[in-house]
């Protein structure tokens, strides 16, 4: 049986599989997974404390945000190498790409500022101040909108990427961490790390349509510290990761009730879809590993070791 | 072919006791459910989480306990075969058995195969019970873990084999339960790993890798999860011979007449 997996896993390592490439913070690294073996394949050395990641729209740049080396790095994921720096303001700790696949939008979580940086010209192009210790970011998926929280004000806070203007504040919870638009961009889902809950805004007139609050059997509610977020791929669920609870809850997109809780590893903070959008990652900070979940049954496949308190993760196809 | 039918007689009476006792097979899955449902879920934040094999990925305690839980009805369901063994000698039921033209370890042999699937019939009862309950495990594993839950109810069954060949009387049962049932669970993986037992005490720990309840336990855990653990296959197997070869010894005619009176 051994020996026979060995064997397809020998056969097959010539065709390249889908990737799955984590973060991890206290070892200053990058780890990649193979989806099909589910094992760690490469480690990468990365500047320090590199938390929010995300490749390029055509898979060839890895962007890195490398906290305490005060930059965003760029690398070749082919080879590993980080490529060159680019100028991300203080302590970089989240960010979203543009659609366009240009702008990177920054959060500098120590300057209380969102750093808007081109790509291309590698130059920052704005700053926009926002609330105080800015962190969960996320855009329209026409890119007209970009919505920065910050975590000590508890604020999302609404900017018009044509001007570069915040247009709307609007308040949420303690401790806002995590801002995704639905794939429709119809709504802004804001998750609230102390208050325990997501809320969910009309992204045309910013007004609050629901709050979702979490429970568990056995597991004390501060515990319930709703983090990263991630629709499902037909968009009727919203995987939220729950922090020191352990688990990720599955809400229904359209009623926001949550369905299911799934047992994953200690502190989880974000996820990422395999490209065949049939698992789901999730980082689990404390324990240092990553839970790969089925998306068709909802369980739990395996549970990989990475490096030590692995916090992002984003996902490459081999056919690039 | 008349073997046959002696066998299939012994398994019958053995089937027919199991189902015309419902409080019998009643008690016989409340027992692991009461465990599965109030027990675990009191220990459920108490057990720190690790992956061992054959686990993949963190799991909860209701999981962990479930194979733990099938090796505890089995070992109940073969000490009550042992017990009814022991009513038959008192009632001379099992004298009128052995004196069937057929070798003892035959008659023997069968009772035990009888015994096993009554085991097979309670654990699989309480799995569906457990799956309603929210314990999946992969389905093939059910599939997989037949002939592990068989070959343990053949070790315990042999085990209460050669326990009621050395019991004289019924009253004596209540010992069994004390110095058999209690100490092969509890010095066992069927409630938690023994990697946590070794934490507290490396004593405890050896015993327990040394109690062939343990290997009867891993074998089914591991089979649910379609892995052959073949350290715990041999120990089984092992133990199951031994202690059959044992009961045949504890059988022989000059051992089985009745004590005498003074």
């Given amino acids: ?320 | 072919m008349s073997a046959l039918r002696a066998a299939g007689a012994i398994m019958a009476r053995e089937l027919a006791r199991f189902l015309t006792q419902r409080e019998r097979f009643f008690a016989a899955l409340v027992r692991p459910l009461v465990w599965l449902v109030v027990f675990a879920a009191g220990f459920r934040a108490a057990l720190g989480l690790s992956i061992i094999p054959p686990y993949r990925t963190y799991i909860t305690y209701e999981t962990y306990i479930a194979p733990g839980l099938c090796g505890m009805i089995l070992l109940f369901s073969a000490m009550q075969s042992s017990l009814s063994l022991v009513n038959d000698r008192e009632s001379g039921t099992m004298r009128l058995m052995l004196t069937a033209p057929w070798p003892r370890w035959f008659l023997l042999g069968a009772k035990l195969v009888a015994g096993a699937l009554v085991g097979l019939l309670q654990v699989a009862a309480f799995l569906g019970i457990a799956y309603a309950y929210g314990i999946h495990l992969p389905p093939l594993g059910y599939v997989a873990a037949l002939p592990a839950v068989v070959l343990s109810g053949l070790m315990l069954g042999a085990l209460g084999l050669f326990l009621s060949a050395r019991i004289r009387q019924l009253e004596n049962f209540a010992g069994v339960m004390n110095f058999v049932i209690f100490p092969m669970f509890f010095l066992s993986s069927a409630l938690y790993p023994i990697w946590k037992m070794q934490e507290s005490s490396p004593v405890l720990a050896l015993l327990c890798k040394l109690n062939p309840f343990t290997h009867a336990v891993e074998l089914i855990r591991f089979a649910l999860y379609r892995q052959l653990e073949p350290l715990s296959l041999a120990v089984v197997a092992g133990a199951t011979a031994v202690f059959f070869a044992l009961a045949l010894w504890g059988f022989e005619p000059a051992r089985t007449r009745p004590p005498k009176r003074d």
């Fill in chain 1, 1 to 320: 049986m051994l020996r026979a997996l060995l064997l397809t896993t020998l056969l097959a390592s010539p065709a390249l599989a889908d990737e799955i490439w984590v973060t991890n913070e206290a070892d200053d690294t990058v780890s990649v997974i193979d989806v099909e073996t589910l094992e760690v394949t490469h480690t990468y050395p990365t500047g320090e404390r590199p938390r929010g990641v995300t490749f390029s729209r055509d898979f060839k740049r890895l962007y890195i945000c490398a906290s305490d080396s005060d930059a965003v790095q760029v690398m070749d994921p082919d080879t590993g190498e980080i490529l060159h720096d680019l100028p991300s303001g203080e302590d970089p700790e989240q960010f979203v790409i543009a659609p366009d696949d240009r702008l990177l939008y920054i959060a500098n979580e120590n300057d209380a500022v969102t750093t808007v940086v081109d790509t291309q010209s590698r130059k920052v192009v704005a700053q926009i101040d926002v609330g105080i210790e800015p962190e969960g970011m996320g855009i329209s998926p026409d890119g007209k909108v970009q919505v920065t929280t910050s975590e000590t004000t508890n604020m999302a806070h609404w900017i018009d990427t044509a001007t570069h203007e915040i247009t709307a504040n609007t308040l949420v919870d303690a401790r806002p961490r995590h801002a995704e638009f639905s794939p429709d961009g119809g709504e802004l889902w804001v998750s609230s790390e102390i208050g325990g809950t997501v809320t969910i805004f009309d992204t045309a007139t910013q007004m609050e349509k629901g709050k979702i609050t979490f429970g568990i059997p056995g597991i004390r509610p501060e515990k319930l510290q709703p983090v990263g977020m991630h629709f499902s791929p037909d968009h009727t669920k919203v995987f939220v990761a729950l922090g020191p609870a352990n688990h990720l809850a599955v809400v229904d997109a359209a009623s926001f009730s949550v369905e299911e809780y799934i047992l994953v590893g200690r502190r989880v903070w974000h996820m990422a879809l395999s490209p065949d959008e049939t698992l789901l990652f999730t980082t689990n900070g404390v324990s240092g590993d990553v839970t790969a979940i089925d998306v068709a049954t909802l369980a739990p496949v395996a549970t990989i070791k990475v490096g030590r308190f692995p916090w992002g993760a984003a996902a490459r196809p081999t056919a690039n």
